[in-house]
């Protein structure tokens, strides 16, 4: 039986871009994706940052519509508006944008397998063998490192990793709306409790409206459409088609093992504030290959080398995700009132100055310190 240097499973952008790297210096990596297309089916805004556009030279034909502005609204239909001096980030068509990053992987030599649904997989002593089943017919694949990144779903792998146990659930719909330009967030607990709604403009009339939520977020979305500060830009909603998936809030306990890494949300690498993962997961995937192309180097496939994965990725984006959830929990108590309130001191006493000096699109940490600390901010929290 063929022994490949790397079979990865997930045939999303953490995935084909892992595939890329690793194939780009001349590894012979297998990539299986368990649907018919690259890209298909995602439920996701496609909101892409420019710093994450520029690092990765991410492709700019997927660009749909550039982010500048962003309304914040209250309960109770209060707004504050965030005006960036420049491009912020991109909403992307995922149709395109997965794609294009796995035909970069295939360009430098990756074999793509679709319709192929890992079953079960082992490591062995000197190897990682995969079962999968391509099209209908069951084979095994072998190779020296396996690579995880099959977003956070029902676990195949359970034998080779613990998922985290804590996650929220995005629901999202396409529908049309009038005089959508910008980026919409809504608060309240009869939205989102806990968390926040959005409204994203994509082409001409069609917008994404969808939510986060840790329980009923199909439910919520449904009563959110039919919302007083949303109805009347709505252009025939008609119980259009709602995807709903989990997104994990936190990492899980450990992401690696001997001739194993698992990458993007299957290990949780999530900004634990919006729910985004791609930034994340493309950042963990960089390094996710350095340790591989190093192991191959060292021609040494252990446990300890590939801790070395775990180390870096937590030290580059850990406390981001420690201090979302820190937030999150603070702000799953505020009533409706306290929202009503907090939307109303952000746009006084300074603090949507401090939120335009000192905000970064996928860094949002520093941001939060900063205001957890002024004086103005915390009363609603009552912190």
């Not at 990053?101 to 295939?106: F, P, Q």
């Not at 209908?136 to 072998?142: A, H």
């Not at 994509?202 to 439910?219: F, W």
């Not at 775990?310 to 981001?320: D, Q």
Request: overall charge positive.
């Amino acid at each position: 039986m063929k022994m490949h240097d790397i079979t990865i499973v997930g045939g999303g952008p953490v995935g084909s871009f892992t595939a890329y790297l690793l194939a780009r210096e001349g590894l012979d990596v297998v990539l299986l994706e368990k649907k018919p297309a690259i890209g298909k089916d995602i439920n996701c805004t496609g909101i892409v940052s420019t710093e994450c556009f520029k690092k990765f030279n991410l492709p700019e034909n997927a660009i749909v519509k550039p982010i500048k502005t962003i309304k914040a609204f209250s309960p109770s239909g209060n707004q504050v508006v965030y005006n960036a001096p420049s491009t912020i980030a991109f909403v992307v068509d995922r149709g395109i944008f997965d794609p294009e990053i796995n035909r970069r992987a295939l360009k430098e030599g990756a074999t793509l397998y679709l319709e192929a649904k890992a079953e079960k997989a082992v490591v062995t002593d000197d190897s990682f063998k995969v079962k999968v089943k391509i099209k209908g017919d069951t084979m095994e694949l072998n190779s020296k490192v396996g690579v995880i990144a099959t977003g956070f779903e029902l676990n195949p792998f359970d034998t080779l990793f613990e998922r985290t146990k804590n996650f929220l659930y995005g629901a999202q719909t396409d529908v049309e709306m009038d005089g959508v330009k910008d980026v919409n967030v809504f608060f309240g607990n009869k939205i989102a409790p806990g968390s926040f709604a959005w409204v994203v403009p994509t082409n001409g009339k069609s917008v994404k409206v969808g939510l986060i939520s840790d329980k009923n977020p199909v439910a919520y979305l449904k009563n959110f459409l039919k919302n007083p500060l949303i109805t009347h830009k709505l252009n025939g909603y008609n119980n259009n088609y709602i995807k709903c998936s989990p997104i994990p809030l936190g990492r899980i306990p450990k992401s690696y093992g001997k001739r194993l890494i698992i990458v993007g949300e299957a290990a949780g690498q999530v900004k634990t504030t919006t729910g985004g993962g791609i930034y994340f997961g493309l950042l963990s995937a960089e390094i996710a290959a350095q340790t591989i192309l190093k192991a191959f180097k060292e021609n040494n496939f252990s446990e300890k080398t590939f801790k070395e994965y775990e180390v870096r990725w937590r030290e580059k984006i850990e406390a981001e995700m420690k201090t979302g959830i820190y937030l999150r929990n603070i702000f799953s108590r505020l009533s409706d009132d306290q929202i009503d309130r907090l939307i109303d001191l952000v746009s006084r006493n300074g603090i949507l100055t401090t939120i335009k000096k000192e905000a970064k699109f996928d860094w949002h940490k520093d941001i939060i310190i900063s205001l957890l600390q002024n004086t103005f901010f915390k009363r609603p929290f009552r912190i």
